[in-house]
Nanobody, 118 residues
Framework: QVQLVESGGGLVQAGGSLRLSCAASGRTFSPYAMGWFRQAPGKEREFVAAIRGSGGNTDYADSVKGRFTISRDNAKNTLYLQMNSLKPEDTAVYYC???????????WGQGTQVTVSS
């Protein structure tokens, strides 16, 4: 089992930035692909970004390309999502995920709320 705990969400004005963190525990962190997903009210959960175990390959949803950056520190068992140029449509609960697929969904955190005001 892998336990995931997100932090760093909050309220920010449009155009602002936030950095989300996801602390992993329970198993060795580095073999897993890690990802971020989000769910807005009344909508399905959607993919945001993912990164392979080595940290070399990243993948982004078109809606966040050029604005969000995913990274990981395997020594600290921590995943990050740097979010810049935030828009009101980025408002959602953001979830950290881990697993073996390129867009992993095997393990989930509890989520952290991000609210972007216009």
């Amino acid at each position: 089992q892998v336990q995931l705990v997100e932090s760093g969400g909050g309220l920010v004005q449009a155009g602002g930035s936030l950095r989300l963190s996801c602390a992993a525990s329970g198993r060795t962190f580095s073999p897993y692909a890690m990802g971020w997903f989000r769910q807005a009210p009344g909508k399905e959960r959607e993919f945001v970004a993912a990164i392979r175990g080595s940290g070399g390959n990243t993948d982004y949803a078109d809606s966040v390309k050029g604005r969000f950056t995913i990274s990981r520190d395997n020594a600290k068992n921590t995943l990050y999502l740097q979010m810049n140029s935030l828009k009101p449509e980025d408002t959602a609960v953001y979830y950290c995920a881990a697993g073996y697929s390129s867009r992993p969904t095997d393990y989930w955190g509890q989520g952290t709320q991000v609210t972007v005001s216009s």
